[in-house]
């Protein structure tokens, strides 16, 4: 039938032997000795409802993950909570704690920040509690700790700062998504923000609050006059899809180690404070601390290496773009400041000092 692989829901319980869950279980070694199954892409959704049953980064070889701890840490980091900025270092390259080793790469995490479960990306910066009263359960059901930021108003607004900072914050979790190292997972219908109002367990629910709606698509490709923020946000995510499409080092098959590549022997990886120079010990234990850049080199030396800029905080932070041996100038490629990408060339010296708006992420390509 030409399967590529499979998704198995709450695969935790496939590892159940009577009640405990074992890594080493007989339907993992089934898997594993069958000359078809072994060869196909296994991907767990790596937790049940049973006792122990979390289980992300404890499956086996061959098997990929919903990286549920990716999912949570990034949520955490774009509403401003503190200490997690080592974590999210860690969760944007990888996830090598979880799975390097076993022997896995990169690609054993499925990073996502929505899923089917759950709120829709739009749902997630307009709600902080469920509206689950459709499902019959007097909105008992679903997660009651969804990580949601709803940027100072619970639900629909008119709000226009309300709404300019709702649509930044989808821009800055899709573009965290997909420059992510792993496997980026995108929710049908966050691509134009759809919403289930609130509903965060809408699976029993066959209307509008389930499907994705085209008819506005539809309406703008026969409507040259057509306008609708929705189709930013959609050239926003061919915009990161053809980023990660254009730039290798954002695709890697292997773990970050922070070890010199190259002739130039810069490091594969680097983190920098605002002040340009790399971050120290103590500056990842500052809970407080609000901006990192990460510098992702290129080995090839005439392929484009990355500097990705983030600022969670409230105020608009200084940051002083590092200059030699990294670069000798930046040319800026996004910036979630802006509605829609921008194709204007802005391109800044290395050791020059910016502004980062708050509540905003920027990517830059590094020329050496």
């Known amino acids: 039938m030409h ?19 074992d890594r ?7 898997i594993q000795q069958d000359p078809v199954l072994r060869g196909v892409k296994l991907i767990a959704e790596p937790w049940d409802v049973g006792e122990g049953g979390y289980q992300v980064g404890n499956f086996p070889p061959l098997w990929t993950e919903w990286n549920g701890k990716y999912r949570d840490t990034v949520r955490d980091f774009w509403r401003g909570e503190s200490a997690t900025m080592a974590e999210f270092a860690s969760r944007l390259t990888g996830s090598a704690d979880l799975y390097q080793e076993d022997g896995r790469r990169p690609i054993a995490s499925i990073n996502f920040v929505t899923a089917h479960d759950g709120f829709t990306l739009h749902d997630l910066v307009t709600y902080e509690h469920k509206r689950n009263e459709p499902n019959g359960e007097d909105n008992r059901d679903g997660s009651g700790h969804n990580r949601g930021w709803n940027c ?14 709702r649509r930044r914050m989808m821009r800055n979790l899709l573009s965290t998504l997909i420059t992510s190292t792993g496997v980026p997972m995108l929710a049908a219908g966050d691509e134009t923000a759809r919403t289930q109002r609130g509903n965060n367990n809408a699976y029993c629910i066959d209307d509008e609050t389930t499907w994705v709606d085209w008819s506005w698509v539809t309406a703008a490709r026969t409507d040259p006059a ?16 053809e980023l990660r499409r ?34 120290t010990d103590s500056a990842w234990f500052d809970h407080d601390r609000r901006v990192i850049g990460g510098f992702v080199t290129n080995p090839d ?12 905080g409230v105020d608009e932070a200084p940051f002083l773009l590092p200059g030699q041996p990294w670069a000798s100038s930046y040319r800026r490629l996004l910036d979630t400041t802006d509605e829609t990408p921008s194709e204007a060339a802005v391109t800044d010296a290395a050791g020059s000092r910016i502004r980062l708006t708050p509540q905003s992420m920027a990517i830059y390509a590094a020329r050496r």
Not at 152 to 165: F, H, I, K, N
């Open 3 to 21: 399967v590529d692989g499979f998704r198995f829901d709450l695969a935790a319980a496939l590892a159940r032997e009577l009640h405990d869950v």
């Open 24 to 30: 080493l279980s007989s339907f993992f070694d089934l």
């Open 152 to 165: 100072g108003v619970e639900g629909p607004t008119t709000d226009a700062a309300v709404l300019s900072l």
């Open 226 to 241: 057509y306008d609708d923020w929705r189709l930013d946000l959609l050239s926003w995510t061919r915009a990161l899809l």
């Open 246 to 279: 254009t730039h290798p080092v954002l695709g890697r098959d292997v773990f970050f180690d922070g070890h010199p590549i190259g002739d130039e022997g810069l490091k594969d990886l680097a983190w920098f404070s605002p002040d340009g120079q790399e971050m």
């Open 301 to 312: 030396p005439g392929g484009e290496s990355l500097l990705i800029l983030a600022n969670t």
